[in-house]
Nanobody, 115 residues
């Protein structure tokens, strides 16, 4: 079976940084990325990266977050800088074999940004 295991969440002050990691097993994925879900809000796309390196970011995180992947390790990372309280959410790693294919999800990791 496919498994995605996340790590790296935590609590930071505004302006701080965190690096999230997600390691997948059980398949090779064209697309890997991150969604987040804040209390009272729907899950939203944060960033995606394809195996060739092309990236896409939500407008709210552009110039602050950077997604990367290590294809040899089947892992995806999210470097989050200049964090804001609005970034507080549970962050979910996901992976898919195609853009319209079945999405697999990590367990979620909490990111809290507060003074």
């Amino acid at each position: 079976q496919v498994q995605l295991v996340e790590s790296g969440g935590g609590s930071v002050q505004p302006g701080g940084s965190l690096r999230l990691s997600c390691t997948a097993s059980g398949s090779i994925f064209l697309i890997m990325g991150w969604y987040r879900q804040a209390p009272g809000k729907q899950r939203e796309l944060v960033a995606t990266i394809v195996s060739g390196g092309v990236t896409n970011y939500a407008d709210s995180v552009k110039e602050r977050f950077a997604i990367s992947r290590d294809n040899a390790k089947n892992a995806v990372y999210l470097q989050m800088n200049s964090l804001k309280p609005e970034d507080t959410a549970v962050y979910y790693c996901y992976a898919a074999r195609s853009w319209e294919g079945l999405r697999y999800w990590g367990q979620g990791t909490q990111v809290t940004v507060s003074s």
